[in-house]
């Protein structure tokens, strides 16, 4: 059964950093593109980073551009995004997917695989 399983959130006040991990099991997710995305309180889910499957190839959000950094080690299975100059507005779940795709594809929806999510919270 395909898994993704999401870690390292918790509180950090603004100005701060976390990195995410979101590791894959169940099949090999190596011809999948990976992604980030993010719910806030009241809102809707929205795109944050994804991640060609080749590893050459990423996207951002206009919010995170700059400040987060998403990367996969296709050995350990395992997609991170390293988050920094973290602001209350990115307080939310954030939830990592996977997409079958082409080696250079960095899709912004249509996933075909979600994980549960991890919350993150920043303090003002």
């Known amino acids: 059964q395909e898994q993704l399983v999401e870690s390292g959130g918790g509180l950090v006040q603004a100005g701060g950093s976390l990195r995410l991990s979101c590791a894959a099991s169940?099949?090999?997710?190596?011809?999948?593109?990976m992604g980030w995305f993010r719910q806030a309180p009241g809102k809707e889910r929205e795109f944050v980073a994804v991640?060609?499957?080749?590893?050459?190839?990423?996207d951002y959000s206009d919010s995170v551009q700059g400040r987060f950094t998403i990367s996969r080690d296709k050995v350990k299975n395992t997609v991170y995004l390293q988050m920094n100059d973290l602001k209350p507005e990115d307080t939310a779940v954030y939830y990592c997917?996977?997409?079958?795709?082409?080696?250079?594809?960095?899709?912004?929806?249509?996933?075909?695989?979600w994980g549960k999510g991890t919350l993150v919270t920043v303090s003002s």
């Open positions: 991640i060609s499957w080749s590893g050459g190839h990423t």
């Open positions: 997917a996977a997409k079958y795709g082409t080696s250079w594809s960095t899709p912004r929806n249509g996933m075909d695989y």
């Open positions: 169940g099949r090999a997710f190596s011809n999948y593109a």
